[in-house]
C-alpha cells in the first residue's frame, strides 16, 4: 500500500464525513478502484484502519504480545523492546511529518496539548499504551515517540516468580510487607520493572481495601473490587487546568484511602506523601527512581528540598512513614529482578537502608524486618 493511496482514502473519508470504519474504508477503496479479494481486503482494510486513524506502521508491532516498549528516534530509526532488550526494526517513515502526523492522530481524544508551545507530551491512549512525544527542535533528530504498552492483566506475583524475577524466598517477604500493611518504596532505574512490581503487590492486597490510585499517566489496574484512580493533567491551550501529582496526593487523603498509591514520586508531592504515611495511612506504596536502595534517603531529601522541606524533617519522616525498600535491576540481557529488599534504619537522625534480603538469602537488616513483622502481627518467619 502506497502513501498517495493512504492519502487519498484518509481525504475521502474526511470529505464524506466517514469514520475509519470498516465500511468507511471500504467504500474509499472502491471509490479508488481498488479490487481484491475477501482475504486480501480485510488485511488491506486492517492496514488502512491503521494508517488512517491507528499507530500506522506501528500498529503490527503493537500488537505483539511480548511487546513492552516501541520507540521513535527518527523517521528511519525504530526500535522495539520484546522484553530481552531492544532490537532495531526495519520500519520507516516517509518523513519527520508522518510521525508527527501519526502523534497527533493517537493523541485525539486524550485531551493533551502538543504544539511548539508544549513540544512534548506524557498521555495513556485507548488500549493502556502509554505515549511520551517530543517535537523538534527540543528533538534534535525529528519528532521523538517512546510508547510503554501494558499487559492486558497486572502481572501476579507468582507469575514473577515463575519467570525468575523474584525468588521464592523473597516472594514470602514481599507477601509478609503487604499483608502486614507496611509502607513499601519500589526503586529502580528506567524499565527495571519498578511499574510491573508495583502493580503485582498490590495485586496482594485485601481485596476489602479502598485503594486511591494517583498517577500522572495511568499506568496501573489493580485487579481489586474498590479502586479510586486520579490521573495528573497538564495546562490547556491558555495555560490553565493543570492538576499536579500534588493536587491529587492532597485530594487523595480526603477520599478515605485504605491504601494511598502514587504510582511514580518525582518532585513535591513526596512532602504530602510523606505527611500521609507519618498521620495514619498505613500500607502506602510508590515506586522512585534510585540506583540502589542505599539512594534512597538521598534522593527523597532532593525532591523534598525545592519544595520547601527541611533535611531534619524529610530524614524524620521517611524513618517514620516508611518500613521497606524493594529494588529492582535489569541485566545485560534484559531479565528484570528483585536484587533486594531493604529496612530504613535510623542513624545520628539519618535514614539510611539497609539489605534484609538480597537474591542469596537474609542480608545484616533481616533481624529489624523480622521485628517490623512481628509488631505488626504478621509473619515474622517469612524472613529467613
Known amino acids: 500500500m502506497n502513501a498517495d493511496l493512504v492519502d487519498r482514502v484518509r481525504a475521502r473519508l474526511v470529505e464524506g464525513g466517514a469514520g475509519a470504519t470498516a465500511a468507511g474504508v471500504a467504500a474509499a477503496l ?10 486480501d481486503l480485510a488485511a488491506l482494510l486492517r492496514a488502512m484502519q491503521d494508517e488512517v486513524a491507528g499507530a500506522g506502521p506501528l500498529a503490527p508491532i503493537l500488537r505483539e504480545p511480548h511487546v513492552t516498549d516501541v520507540l521513535v528516534n527518527a523517521p ?29 492522530r493517537l493523541l485525539a481524544g486524550s485531551g493533551r496539548r502538543l504544539d511548539t508551545a508544549q513540544p512534548w507530551v506524557d498521555a495513556r491512549l485507548t488500549g493502556g499504551v502509554r505515549l511520551h512525544a517530543v517535537l523538534p527542535p527540543v528533538a534534535r533528530r525529528g519528532t521523538t515517540i517512546s510508547l510503554r504498552v501494558q499487559r492486558p ?13 523474584a525468588t521464592p524466598a523473597m516472594a514470602r517477604v514481599l507477601q ?40 500522572d499517566a495511568a499506568e496501573l489496574a489493580p485487579d481489586l473490587p474498590h479502586v479510586v484512580a486520579l ?8 495555560g ?10 492532597r485530594q487523595a487523603l480526603r477520599m478515605r484511602p485504605d491504601r494511598l498509591v502514587v504510582g511514580e514520586t518525582r518532585g513535591a508531592e513526596v512532602i504530602d506523601l510523606l505527611a500521609a504515611l507519618n498521620t495514619g495511612h498505613e500500607g502506602g506504596l510508590t515506586t522512585l527512581h534510585a540506583n540502589s536502595p542505599g539512594d534512597v534517603p538521598a534522593r527523597i531529601e532532593a525532591l523534598a528540598a525545592p519544595a ?26 534484559g531479565v528484570r529482578l528483585v ?40 509473619d515474622a518467619g517469612a524472613v529467613p
Open 153 to 165: 492483566r497486572p502481572f501476579t506475583l507468582a507469575e514473577l516468580v515463575e519467570c525468575g524475577t
Open 240 to 249: 490553565a487546568g493543570t492538576v499536579t501529582l500534588r493536587d491529587l496526593v
Open 308 to 333: 520547601g522541606l527541611q533535611r531534619e524533617a524529610v530524614h524524620a519522616q521517611l524513618i517514620a512513614g516508611v518500613q521497606a525498600v524493594v529494588h529492582l535491576r535489569r541485566r545485560t540481557d
Open 76 to 104: 528511519d530509526e525504530v526500535w522495539v523492546d520484546r522484553g530481552a532488550g531492544l532490537t532495531r526494526l526495519d520500519v520507516r517513515f516517509r518523513d519527520d511529518a508522518a510521525v508527527r502526523a501519526l502523534v497527533t
Open 176 to 215: 509478609a510487607l503487604i499483608s502486614t500493611r507496611l509502607a513499601v518504596i519500589v526503586t529502580g532505574g528506567t524499565a527495571s520493572g519498578k511499574t510491573t512490581m508495583l502493580s503485582a503487590l498490590l495485586g496482594l492486597a485485601d481485596p476489602g481495601d479502598r485503594v486511591v490510585v494517583v498517577e
Open 339 to 378: 536484587s533486594e529488599i531493604g529496612v530504613l534504619t535510623r542513624a545520628q537522625s539519618v535514614a539510611s537502608v539497609v539489605p534484609a534480603m538480597t537474591a542469596a538469602g537474609p542480608a545484616a537488616g533481616a533481624a529489624r524486618l523480622r521485628t517490623l513483622l512481628a509488631d505488626r502481627g504478621g
Open 30 to 39: 472502491r471509490a479508488e478502484g481498488v479490487v481484491c479479494g475477501d482475504r
Open 231 to 238: 490521573e495528573a493533567r497538564t495546562a490547556n491551550v491558555d
